[in-house]
C-alpha cells in the first residue's frame, strides 16, 4: 500500500495479538519521531517507552482504556519537555522565567505531538496499528508521579502500537469545504447537516460499539461537562506559574 492509501485508511486499532514489537523497529519508530520538524529545534519532548508490566497496568487503569495498552506490542507516553533546556539555562546561571509560560508550553505542546504523529504514520506504514492514549490525563498527577516526571514536563497522551487483531471501519472525516476553506475561514452550521447524516449511519452500523449518535451530537456531550479539570493546577505544580 503506498503511504497516502495507509494514511487515508487510517482507524484506531484497540485490539492487538500480543506479538512484541522487535527492538529493531522500535528504534526505528523513535527515529521516525525524532526525525519530524521542530520549533527552533529545540526537541521539546521525551517518549518514555514503558516497560514495567505493573506500570502498564497501573496506566490502563488511571487511564481508562482496559485491556489494550498492556496487550499493545509497546506503549510510549509522550511528555512535553522544558526541563532539559531549564536546565541548560541554569547550569549558565540564566533566568528560567521565561521558560514557564505559555509560548514556550505551546512550542513543546506542538513538537512532542508532531514527533508523536511521526512515529504513528511510520508504524502504520509498517503494518502495525495505533491508538493514542489521552487517558493518561485523567490521573495526571498519579501518571507523573508513576514516571518520575520533573518540574516544566507534562504528560500528553499515550501511543500503543501493535499488530492489529481486529480493525474498525475507517470514519469518515469531515468534508474539505468545512475542514479546508480556501483564502478565509469558512462555516455555515448548515453544512454539517449531511455529515451528520452520514456519521449517524457509521455509530448506528458499525460493527462494535453502535449508538444512536451524530457527529454534532458528540461535540455536544464532550462539552457538556468541564474536562479533566486538575490540568490548570497540574500545570502550576509543573512550574508554569507565568501562564496567567
Ligand atoms: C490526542 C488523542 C488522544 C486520544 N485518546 C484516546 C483514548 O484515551 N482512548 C481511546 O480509545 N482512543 C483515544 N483516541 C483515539 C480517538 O478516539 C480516535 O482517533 C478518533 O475517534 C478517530 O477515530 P480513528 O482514529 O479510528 O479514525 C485519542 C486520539 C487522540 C488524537
Redesign the pocket.
Known amino acids: 500500500m503506498d503511504l497516502f492509501e495507509t494514511m487515508i485508511q487510517?482507524?484506531?486499532?484497540?485490539d492487538f495479538t500480543q506479538q512484541d514489537v522487535p527492538q529493531e523497529l522500535k528504534e526505528q519508530l523513535v527515529s521516525a519521531a525524532q526525525s519530524v520538524s521542530s520549533s527552533n529545534f529545540l526537541q521539546a519532548y521525551s517518549i518514555i517507552e514503558i516497560r514495567d508490566p505493573k506500570k502498564l497496568q497501573a496506566i490502563e487503569s488511571f487511564?481508562?482504556?482496559p485491556g489494550?495498552i498492556s496487550q499493545a506490542g509497546v506503549f510510549y507516553i509522550f511528555v512535553a519537555d522544558l526541563q532539559r533546556h531549564a536546565r541548560i539555562l541554569q547550569a549558565q546561571q540564566k533566568d528560567i522565567s521565561h521558560l514557564k509560560t505559555m509560548e514556550p508550553l505551546l512550542v513543546s505542546i506542538i513538537d512532542t505531538?508532531l514527533a508523536?504523529q511521526g512515529m504513528a504514520t511510520f508504524a502504520e506504514s509498517q503494518g502495525l496499528g495505533i491508538?493514542?492514549?489521552?487517558?493518561?490525563r485523567n490521573q495526571i498527577f498519579e501518571v507523573s508521579e508513576l514516571l518520575e516526571l520533573p518540574p516544566l514536563t507534562v504528560p500528553?497522551?499515550?501511543l500503543a502500537i501493535g499488530y492489529p487483531r481486529n480493525k474498525?471501519q475507517?470514519?469518515q472525516?469531515l468534508p474539505k469545504t468545512i475542514a479546508a476553506p480556501i483564502d478565509r475561514y469558512h462555516f455555515d452550521g448548515m453544512d454539517i447537516k449531511e455529515y451528520d447524516l452520514t456519521m449517524e449511519n457509521y455509530y448506528t452500523q458499525r460493527i462494535s460499539n453502535q449508538q444512536q449518535t451524530s457527529w454534532s451530537q458528540k461535540v455536544i456531550d464532550f462539552f457538556a461537562t468541564a474536562k479533566r479539570p486538575q490540568l490548570n493546577e497540574f500545570l502550576k505544580h509543573q512550574g508554569f506559574t507565568e501562564i496567567k
Open positions: 487510517h482507524t484506531s486499532v484497540r487511564s481508562r482504556n489494550f505531538t508523536a491508538c493514542f492514549i489521552g487517558g493518561v500528553l497522551f499515550g474498525n475507517v470514519k472525516r
